[in-house]
Protein backbone atom coordinates (compact mmCIF):
# COMPACT_ATOMS: atom_id res chain seq x y z
CA UNK A 1 0.00 0.00 0.00
CA UNK A 2 0.91 3.68 -0.46
CA UNK A 3 1.83 5.92 2.36
CA UNK A 4 0.27 8.37 3.23
CA UNK A 5 2.86 11.94 2.96
CA UNK A 6 2.30 13.61 6.37
CA UNK A 7 2.71 16.87 4.33
CA UNK A 8 -0.09 15.93 1.80
CA UNK A 9 -2.62 15.19 4.73
CA UNK A 10 -2.56 17.59 6.57
CA UNK A 11 -3.57 19.85 4.35
CA UNK A 12 -6.49 17.60 4.32
CA UNK A 13 -6.47 16.79 7.78
CA UNK A 14 -10.51 17.49 9.29
CA UNK A 15 -11.87 17.15 12.89
CA UNK A 16 -15.81 17.04 13.10
CA UNK A 17 -16.89 19.17 16.02
CA UNK A 18 -18.23 16.32 17.59
CA UNK A 19 -14.64 15.57 18.80
CA UNK A 20 -14.84 18.53 21.07
CA UNK A 21 -18.58 17.78 22.23
CA UNK A 22 -20.26 20.15 20.04
CA UNK A 23 -19.34 23.09 22.15
CA UNK A 24 -20.93 26.40 20.84
CA UNK A 25 -19.91 26.81 16.88
CA UNK A 26 -17.50 29.85 17.08
CA UNK A 27 -15.60 28.35 20.06
CA UNK A 28 -15.47 24.71 18.25
CA UNK A 29 -14.32 26.36 14.52
CA UNK A 30 -11.73 29.02 17.22
CA UNK A 31 -10.16 25.38 18.67
CA UNK A 32 -10.48 23.88 15.18
CA UNK A 33 -8.78 26.01 13.49
CA UNK A 34 -5.73 27.08 15.61
CA UNK A 35 -4.72 23.21 14.97
CA UNK A 36 -4.11 24.54 11.44
CA UNK A 37 -6.65 22.26 10.66
CA UNK A 38 -8.41 23.43 6.62
CA UNK A 39 -11.59 21.37 7.24
CA UNK A 40 -14.45 21.21 9.66
CA UNK A 41 -17.17 18.02 10.24
CA UNK A 42 -20.50 19.52 11.39
CA UNK A 43 -23.42 18.59 12.82
CA UNK A 44 -26.71 19.82 12.36
CA UNK A 45 -28.05 21.00 15.75
CA UNK A 46 -24.43 22.61 16.30
CA UNK A 47 -25.29 26.12 14.50
CA UNK A 48 -26.72 27.87 17.57
CA UNK A 49 -29.57 28.99 16.16
CA UNK A 50 -28.17 30.09 12.72
CA UNK A 51 -29.49 29.52 9.51
CA UNK A 52 -27.07 27.28 7.22
CA UNK A 53 -26.39 30.33 5.32
CA UNK A 54 -24.94 32.04 8.50
CA UNK A 55 -23.30 29.00 9.61
CA UNK A 56 -21.77 28.64 6.36
CA UNK A 57 -19.99 32.31 6.24
CA UNK A 58 -19.38 31.71 10.44
CA UNK A 59 -17.09 28.64 9.15
CA UNK A 60 -15.49 30.71 6.06
CA UNK A 61 -14.26 33.36 8.35
CA UNK A 62 -12.26 30.99 10.07
CA UNK A 63 -10.92 29.58 7.06
CA UNK A 64 -12.49 26.45 7.00
CA UNK A 65 -14.36 24.51 4.77
CA UNK A 66 -16.82 21.81 5.55
CA UNK A 67 -15.79 17.85 4.82
CA UNK A 68 -19.26 16.45 6.22
CA UNK A 69 -22.61 17.60 7.15
CA UNK A 70 -24.09 15.03 9.43
CA UNK A 71 -26.51 13.63 9.33
CA UNK A 72 -30.22 12.21 7.66
CA UNK A 73 -31.33 9.06 9.20
CA UNK A 74 -34.04 7.10 6.85
CA UNK A 75 -37.13 5.60 8.11
CA UNK A 76 -40.31 4.46 7.01
CA UNK A 77 -41.63 7.64 8.88
CA UNK A 78 -43.54 10.72 6.45
CA UNK A 79 -41.33 13.11 7.67
CA UNK A 80 -37.86 11.89 6.60
CA UNK A 81 -38.32 12.70 3.46
CA UNK A 82 -39.11 16.37 4.39
CA UNK A 83 -36.52 16.37 6.35
CA UNK A 84 -34.12 14.76 3.89
CA UNK A 85 -34.83 18.36 1.63
CA UNK A 86 -33.82 20.11 4.77
CA UNK A 87 -30.60 18.25 5.39
CA UNK A 88 -29.97 18.46 1.60
CA UNK A 89 -30.45 22.06 1.74
CA UNK A 90 -28.16 22.70 4.55
CA UNK A 91 -25.27 21.01 2.72
CA UNK A 92 -26.13 22.64 -0.32
CA UNK A 93 -25.87 26.19 1.84
CA UNK A 94 -22.64 24.82 3.71
CA UNK A 95 -20.84 23.19 0.64
CA UNK A 96 -20.51 20.18 2.36
CA UNK A 97 -18.31 17.71 0.61
CA UNK A 98 -20.47 15.35 1.90
CA UNK A 99 -23.97 14.44 3.77
CA UNK A 100 -23.84 11.90 5.81
CA UNK A 101 -26.57 9.25 5.64
CA UNK A 102 -27.63 6.56 8.28
CA UNK A 103 -29.83 3.66 7.38
CA UNK A 104 -31.92 3.95 10.45
CA UNK A 105 -32.93 0.74 12.92
CA UNK A 106 -35.07 -1.65 12.88
CA UNK A 107 -38.77 -0.06 13.53
CA UNK A 108 -40.01 -0.16 16.82
CA UNK A 109 -41.45 -3.95 17.68
CA UNK A 110 -40.28 -4.96 14.74
CA UNK A 111 -37.81 -8.05 14.08
CA UNK A 112 -37.93 -7.92 10.00
CA UNK A 113 -34.45 -7.34 9.29
CA UNK A 114 -34.68 -8.52 5.51
CA UNK A 115 -37.52 -5.80 5.61
CA UNK A 116 -35.70 -2.68 6.65
CA UNK A 117 -33.01 -3.21 4.31
CA UNK A 118 -35.49 -3.73 1.51
CA UNK A 119 -36.89 -0.17 2.69
CA UNK A 120 -33.24 1.64 3.30
CA UNK A 121 -32.96 0.83 -0.75
CA UNK A 122 -36.44 2.31 -1.44
CA UNK A 123 -36.29 5.77 0.71
CA UNK A 124 -32.61 6.22 -0.09
CA UNK A 125 -33.98 6.15 -4.36
CA UNK A 126 -36.52 8.97 -2.99
CA UNK A 127 -33.77 11.25 -1.27
CA UNK A 128 -31.15 10.58 -4.42
CA UNK A 129 -33.15 11.99 -6.71
CA UNK A 130 -33.88 15.41 -4.29
CA UNK A 131 -29.83 15.36 -3.45
CA UNK A 132 -29.39 15.11 -7.56
CA UNK A 133 -31.26 18.02 -8.68
CA UNK A 134 -29.53 19.87 -5.56
CA UNK A 135 -25.67 19.12 -6.38
CA UNK A 136 -25.21 17.63 -2.89
CA UNK A 137 -23.26 14.49 -2.43
CA UNK A 138 -24.90 11.91 -0.12
CA UNK A 139 -22.88 9.38 1.66
CA UNK A 140 -24.50 6.53 2.93
CA UNK A 141 -22.07 5.03 6.55
CA UNK A 142 -22.72 1.39 7.04
CA UNK A 143 -22.19 1.06 10.89
CA UNK A 144 -20.57 -1.62 13.23
CA UNK A 145 -23.03 -4.46 13.75
CA UNK A 146 -23.66 -3.79 17.28
CA UNK A 147 -25.81 -0.86 15.87
CA UNK A 148 -28.53 -2.79 13.91
CA UNK A 149 -31.52 -2.32 16.08
CA UNK A 150 -31.44 0.85 16.60
CA UNK A 151 -29.38 2.89 14.57
CA UNK A 152 -28.63 1.50 10.94
CA UNK A 153 -29.50 -2.01 9.48
CA UNK A 154 -26.37 -1.49 6.43
CA UNK A 155 -23.56 -2.83 8.47
CA UNK A 156 -21.01 -3.15 5.74
CA UNK A 157 -19.35 -1.64 2.78
CA UNK A 158 -20.62 -4.09 0.45
CA UNK A 159 -23.95 -3.64 1.40
CA UNK A 160 -23.91 0.74 1.48
CA UNK A 161 -22.05 0.41 -2.04
CA UNK A 162 -24.82 -1.71 -3.34
CA UNK A 163 -27.61 0.17 -1.80
CA UNK A 164 -25.80 3.45 -3.84
CA UNK A 165 -25.09 1.78 -7.20
CA UNK A 166 -28.28 3.09 -9.16
CA UNK A 167 -27.32 6.66 -8.40
CA UNK A 168 -24.70 8.70 -10.31
CA UNK A 169 -20.98 8.75 -7.85
CA UNK A 170 -21.36 12.42 -7.47
CA UNK A 171 -24.79 12.04 -5.96
CA UNK A 172 -24.44 8.92 -3.87
CA UNK A 173 -21.48 7.38 -2.42
CA UNK A 174 -20.41 6.13 1.20
CA UNK A 175 -18.86 7.36 3.60
CA UNK A 176 -15.49 5.14 4.91
CA UNK A 177 -15.45 4.86 9.35
CA UNK A 178 -12.59 2.94 10.38
CA UNK A 179 -14.54 2.54 13.82
CA UNK A 180 -17.63 1.09 12.12
CA UNK A 181 -15.72 -0.85 9.28
CA UNK A 182 -12.04 -2.61 10.79
CA UNK A 183 -13.76 -5.61 11.91
CA UNK A 184 -14.96 -6.92 8.30
CA UNK A 185 -12.70 -9.45 6.41
CA UNK A 186 -13.70 -7.66 3.13
CA UNK A 187 -12.86 -4.30 4.59
CA UNK A 188 -10.24 -3.65 1.84
CA UNK A 189 -11.49 -5.38 -1.35
CA UNK A 190 -14.70 -3.49 -0.85
CA UNK A 191 -12.60 -0.34 -0.30
CA UNK A 192 -10.91 -0.89 -3.99
CA UNK A 193 -14.23 -1.28 -5.16
CA UNK A 194 -15.40 2.13 -3.94
CA UNK A 195 -11.92 3.38 -5.42
CA UNK A 196 -12.87 1.72 -9.07
CA UNK A 197 -16.37 3.07 -8.50
CA UNK A 198 -15.62 6.58 -7.66
CA UNK A 199 -17.73 6.43 -4.36
CA UNK A 200 -15.95 7.03 -1.43
CA UNK A 201 -17.51 10.70 -0.51
CA UNK A 202 -15.59 11.01 2.67
CA UNK A 203 -12.98 9.47 5.46
CA UNK A 204 -13.67 9.37 9.04
CA UNK A 205 -11.37 7.93 11.95
CA UNK A 206 -11.75 6.86 14.88
CA UNK A 207 -10.30 3.89 16.84
CA UNK A 208 -11.26 1.36 19.09
CA UNK A 209 -10.72 1.39 22.42
CA UNK A 210 -9.19 -1.94 24.94
CA UNK A 211 -11.67 -0.88 27.28
CA UNK A 212 -15.29 -0.35 27.26
CA UNK A 213 -15.82 1.28 30.47
CA UNK A 214 -18.37 3.78 29.04
CA UNK A 215 -20.51 1.73 27.14
CA UNK A 216 -20.59 0.82 23.39
CA UNK A 217 -21.56 4.28 21.80
CA UNK A 218 -18.99 6.36 23.33
CA UNK A 219 -15.55 3.93 23.26
CA UNK A 220 -14.00 5.45 20.34
CA UNK A 221 -10.63 6.95 21.41
CA UNK A 222 -8.32 8.79 19.38
CA UNK A 223 -6.27 7.31 16.49
CA UNK A 224 -3.45 5.32 18.17
CA UNK A 225 -4.54 4.73 21.10
CA UNK A 226 -6.89 1.56 20.65
CA UNK A 227 -6.46 -1.22 18.43
CA UNK A 228 -7.25 -0.50 14.95
CA UNK A 229 -4.65 -0.62 12.02
CA UNK A 230 -5.58 3.23 11.39
CA UNK A 231 -2.57 3.61 8.83
CA UNK A 232 -3.50 0.89 6.69
CA UNK A 233 -7.17 1.46 5.90
CA UNK A 234 -6.30 5.28 5.42
CA UNK A 235 -3.17 3.86 3.02
CA UNK A 236 -6.24 1.46 1.08
CA UNK A 237 -7.93 4.42 0.96
CA UNK A 238 -4.97 6.15 -0.61
CA UNK A 239 -4.69 3.39 -2.95
CA UNK A 240 -8.14 3.66 -4.25
CA UNK A 241 -7.42 7.10 -5.22
CA UNK A 242 -9.42 9.07 -2.06
CA UNK A 243 -8.16 12.66 -2.46
CA UNK A 244 -11.01 13.99 0.41
CA UNK A 245 -10.65 15.10 3.39
CA UNK A 246 -9.91 12.83 6.34
CA UNK A 247 -12.04 13.67 9.79
CA UNK A 248 -11.48 12.49 13.32
CA UNK A 249 -15.10 11.81 14.70
CA UNK A 250 -14.80 10.99 18.14
CA UNK A 251 -17.23 10.03 20.78
CA UNK A 252 -15.82 9.93 24.08
CA UNK A 253 -17.16 11.56 27.53
CA UNK A 254 -13.41 12.07 29.16
CA UNK A 255 -12.39 13.92 25.36
CA UNK A 256 -15.54 15.91 26.05
CA UNK A 257 -14.54 16.82 29.69
CA UNK A 258 -11.33 18.68 28.05
CA UNK A 259 -10.80 22.18 27.54
CA UNK A 260 -11.91 22.37 22.85
CA UNK A 261 -8.71 23.87 22.46
CA UNK A 262 -7.11 21.01 24.14
CA UNK A 263 -9.69 18.44 22.81
CA UNK A 264 -8.84 19.83 18.95
CA UNK A 265 -5.27 19.68 19.64
CA UNK A 266 -5.09 16.04 20.43
CA UNK A 267 -7.13 15.14 17.99
CA UNK A 268 -4.69 17.15 15.23
CA UNK A 269 -1.30 15.48 16.88
CA UNK A 270 -3.15 11.54 17.22
CA UNK A 271 -4.56 11.86 13.59
CA UNK A 272 -1.12 13.19 11.97
CA UNK A 273 0.74 10.81 13.72
CA UNK A 274 -1.60 8.13 11.83
CA UNK A 275 -0.49 9.48 8.52
CA UNK A 276 3.18 9.74 8.75
Not at 194 to 208: C, K, L, M, S, T
Request: charged share 20%.
Amino acid sequence: MNALPRRVAETRLSINTVTLGNPPLHVALDAIAATGARNVGLWRETYDGKTARQAAKVVADHGLQVSTLCRCVLSTDRHTVADARRAIDDAHQLGAAALVVLAGGLPPGSRDLAGARTRVTEVFADIATVAGEAGVRLGLEPLHPMFTARRSVVNTLRHALDVVAPFPPETAGVVVDTFNVWWDAELIEQIRRAGAENRIAAVQVADWSWEHEHGPFLTRVLPGDGIIDITGILSATADAHYTGPIEVEIFNDLLWQKPPHQAAHNAWESLSASLR
